[in-house]
């Protein structure tokens, strides 16, 4: 079959391989990936336990903030990132329809079927450890640059991110979440971390 018959009939070869379908209004995603969802306002919970029920695997980080409750503090749990939430699925048009008529969901990000972009594993592995490891963290105004490190020691061990230095021998691990404009951080000793370079040289 030539390059022209190929293309009329809706796919086409690349070294061989077939690739997949990207015409019109619909893709497929052959792999499972990480998507963002925005959510209205304090609908975080209630769009995770709707995907859940309708079979999707979503993911709503949260860390422990303080809250004002009779006039006195306390520790709750709250959103990471709130307004946001993850969800792990290889998309294809039928699920994203599914997922846009879940109560509570604006869009999953970016913006229309044709432009959804994954966020990246490795992002969601280390918000995913730093909520398993349920160690203090906080929001963080967004990095998109800095000394990128690797924590060496403690639960977090392997982890890379961005570390700033903020006392003498103490710092913020900043991890970002650059399709959201956020990030979040941990303070650790600066012992805890090293450059990846001088990491992956070792």
């Known amino acids: 079959m030539d390059d022209a018959a ?6 086409r070869t690349e070294g061989g391989e077939a690739l997949p379908e990207t015409s019109g209004d619909t893709i497929q995603s052959a792999t499972a990936a990480w998507y963002a969802i925005w959510t ?3 609908c975080e919970h209630l769009v995770a336990q709707q995907l859940a029920a309708k079979g999707f695997s979503p993911f709503l980080p949260e860390i422990h903030t303080r809250s004002i409750r009779r006039g006195k503090a306390a520790l709750v749990r709250a959103p990471m990132f709130p ?5 792990r699925q ?3 048009k039928r699920c994203y329809v599914d997922m846009l008529g879940v109560r509570g969901v604006v869009r999953i990000l970016e913006d229309g079927w044709t432009r959804l972009t994954p966020v990246p594993d490795a992002d969601v592995t280390a918000i995913q450890r730093i909520v398993e490891a349920d160690v203090p ?3 963080y105004p967004h990095l998109s640059g800095g000394e990128r490190v690797t924590i060496v020691e403690g639960p977090l061990a392997g982890l890379e991110g961005v570390f700033v230095q903020n006392k003498t021998n103490r710092g913020s691990f900043v991890i970002s979440i650059d399709l959201l404009g956020r990030s979040v951080a941990v303070e650790l000793d ?3 971390v090293v450059p990846i370079s001088s990491h992956r040289a070792a």
């Open 6 to 11: 190929s293309e009329q009939n809706g796919s």
């Open 190 to 192: 600066r012992a805890a």
């Open 137 to 139: 963290a906080f929001g």
């Open 90 to 92: 290889a998309m294809d």
């Open 83 to 87: 307004g946001y939430l993850f969800v």
């Open 40 to 42: 209205r306002s304090n």
